[in-house]
């Protein structure tokens, strides 16, 4: 008997940066392969360097390719016609994406086209047309039932598995991608932080911190405690707010989901925006002086003591 699963044909959009996958797209493929067999799409200037990464993921069926200058900036206005015509030809039933800005850009553009409702940031599939998302920072769980023809979603990384990299054997092909984009937007350039460290989004280990570091240059501490434990460091919305930190270091609601082996909190009180985006790590370690801290309540591991005296403590422990 053919299951409802094997009912369903899905479509990844794949996010590139620099010419390497985005690693939320392998969990995009993880949740695609819930519904059916996976189609994955690669666009844009790296796309032939993606199509070869995307046809050796686990669980890919095929890869499609738009690279020609229709597409090359990646602008929603771009993409739009080019991933109808992807769905339209190939009977897919389900476009996934990782959860991004890119993503937030392309997915709506493309269901207003076929008069589909996308469904955001999902954390679970329960069937064909069945998903779960989270709102309200995490304290009220939605299972969504979508009745659309095609059905649109946008794919929280770190709710799933991430296929594997290696493993599969997809065939390659290009697909029409159109005339020039019609839209009132136009591409200047990207500008992209370049680091050393440990990206925040991916790392395994996260060292973060808060309102209790009272200034931005006492996140040295942090960072000293980082570099030998290979983490990426974070901050809560209240220290970028302030101007402690850049924005690409917020963890939260606001910020960046996250979700490493190890999370160690340091002065942050727990709000629970915060908590939103950095709950679903494997061990939570957390350092304040406040004993009734939110914090301590989902945490794994508590200190209540002075992070000025605990953070170089546990720098030199780690340091041997």
């Known amino acids: 008997r053919m ?6 044909k899905a479509l990844v959009i794949a996010e590139t940066l620099e010419g390497k996958l985005v690693p939320a797209t392998l969990a995009a493929i993880t949740a695609a392969a819930k519904v059916g067999p996976v189609t994955a799409f690669a666009s844009g200037k790296d796309a032939a360097a993606a199509a070869e990464q995307l046809s050796k993921v686990a669980g890919v069926q095929q890869v499609l390719v738009a690279s020609g200058a229709a597409v090359s900036s990646g602008l929603p206005e771009e993409l739009a016609p080019v991933v109808k015509s992807v769905v339209e030809t190939n009977g897919i039933t389900h476009v996934f994406a990782a959860t991004s800005a890119f993503s937030k850009n392309v997915i709506p553009r493309v269901a207003a086209k076929f008069d589909a409702m996308p469904i955001c940031d999902i954390t679970a599939v329960q069937g064909e047309d069945t998903f779960v998302r989270h709102a309200y920072a995490g304290n009220v769980v939605a299972t969504v039932k979508s009745a659309d023809a095609v059905k649109f979603a946008t794919v929280r990384g770190t709710s799933f598995e991430r296929a594997a990299a290696t493993g599969g054997s997809a065939p390659i092909a290009a697909v029409a991608e159109g005339g020039a984009a019609s839209g009132k937007s136009k591409w200047l350039e990207d500008l992209i932080a370049k680091s050393d460290k440990p990206d925040l989004a991916t790392a395994a280990t996260v060292v973060a ?3 209790g570091l009272k200034s931005g ?6 960072e000293a405690l980082a570099a030998p434990l ?6 809560t919305r209240a220290v970028v707010d302030a101007g402690y930190c850049p924005n690409d270091m917020q963890v939260g609601q606001t910020g ?4 490493p082996t190890l ?5 942050i009180s727990g709000a629970i925006q915060h908590i939103a985006g950095m709950k679903e790590s494997k061990v939570i370690a957390v350092i304040n002086t406040d004993a009734d801290a939110p914090f301590f309540q989902v945490a794994d591991y508590g200190l209540v003591g002075d992070l000025f005296e605990a953070v170089p403590a546990l720098t030199k422990l780690v340091k041997g």
Do not use: D, M, P
């Not at 290979?230 to 901050?235: E, I, N």
């Not at 960046?256 to 979700?259: E, F, Q, V, W």
């Not at 999370?263 to 002065?267: D, E, L, N, R, S």
């Open 230 to 235: 290979k983490a990426a460091v974070g901050a």
């Open 217 to 222: 240059e006492n996140f040295k501490l942090l």
């Open 256 to 259: 960046k989901t996250i979700a």
């Open 263 to 267: 999370y160690i909190g340091a002065g």
């Open 3 to 8: 299951s409802t699963r094997a009912l369903g």
């Open 209 to 211: 911190g808060g309102r």
